[in-house]
């Protein structure tokens, strides 16, 4: 991609699943990166699969101070960021009458107001420095909604409008888009579905299989570089044609 090699990049939820390959792919494209995680394993576990990280940052998204310090760290260590990544999410699969008031609150912290904790901070540096580019990790579920994820669905739908909001009032200097994945096959999804969950949904998807997480971490390298320079405001959808004819689809 063009006008990637040399950026400073930061992802969060960086240490595995999409984040992870994403973070391969910057290193790959020429880019500094760093990498913020929240759990102790999967940043061990990242530093020894990918050494030429710049940085790999320890943070709950949920925690507003805890982002500032580690992004100001990014910035120590990198010089700056030009790109954030904003890939940090949690999911718990419960029935709507099921969810407790904790997981509740849970969810929406790390997916929403953790989204934006890195957001508005990451917009903050932007602003003041030369601009950059700030993608959002969104879901197909936040604009479909799917059963046994109200408390998810949520806090994707939020992360669409924050998205969208943001684009504007950056704009010119920044430029914000959000990508919504269909199934993609995650640690955290493997986590919550048995094969036979697996292969069902591979039936009604029209392209017969889940995402893999390189393919999302190609379209992000797509929407930060200058080859998508006037792209911004918008919600990409990766979804091997799951959404796009809804019922019609599921044959």
């Not at 760093?34 to 061990?44: K, N």
């Not at 990014?74 to 999911?91: E, F, K, Q, T």
Request: with cysteine; hydrophobic share 45%.
């Amino acid at each position: 991609m063009r006008g990637l090699g040399g950026k400073r990049v930061l992802v969060t939820g960086g240490a595995s699943g999409i984040g992870a390959a994403t973070a391969t792919r910057f290193l790959e494209e020429g880019a500094a990166v760093c990498v913020l995680d929240r759990s102790a394993e999967a940043r061990e576990r990242i530093g020894n699969e990918l050494p030429g990280l710049s940085g790999i940052l320890d943070a709950n998204v949920a925690d507003r101070d805890a982002v500032e310090a580690a992004f100001a760290e990014a910035v120590r260590l990198m010089g700056s960021v030009d790109i954030l990544i904003n890939n940090a999410g949690i999911s718990i699969r419960h029935a709507f009458l099921d969810i407790t008031a904790e997981e509740w609150r849970d969810v929406l912290a790390v997916n929403l107001t953790g989204m934006f904790n890195v957001a508005q901070t990451a917009a903050r540096h932007m602003m003041e420095q030369s601009g950059g580019v700030i993608l959002n990790t969104a879901s197909t579920s936040g604009t479909h909604g799917y059963p046994y994820y109200a408390d998810y669905n949520a806090t994707k739908a939020g992360v669409i409008a924050l998205t969208k909001s943001m684009a504007l009032e950056l704009a010119p200097t920044v430029r914000v888009n959000a990508i919504s994945p269909g199934y993609c096959l995650t640690p955290m999804q493997r986590a919550e579905y048995t094969d036979e969950m697996l292969r069902q949904i591979n039936n009604k998807i029209p392209l017969g299989r889940h995402a893999k997480p390189e393919e999302i971490a190609a379209l992000f390298a797509f929407l930060a570089s200058e080859d998508a320079a006037f792209a911004s405001g918008h919600v990409y959808v990766m979804d091997g044609a799951e959404t796009t004819g809804g019922l019609a689809s599921q044959l």
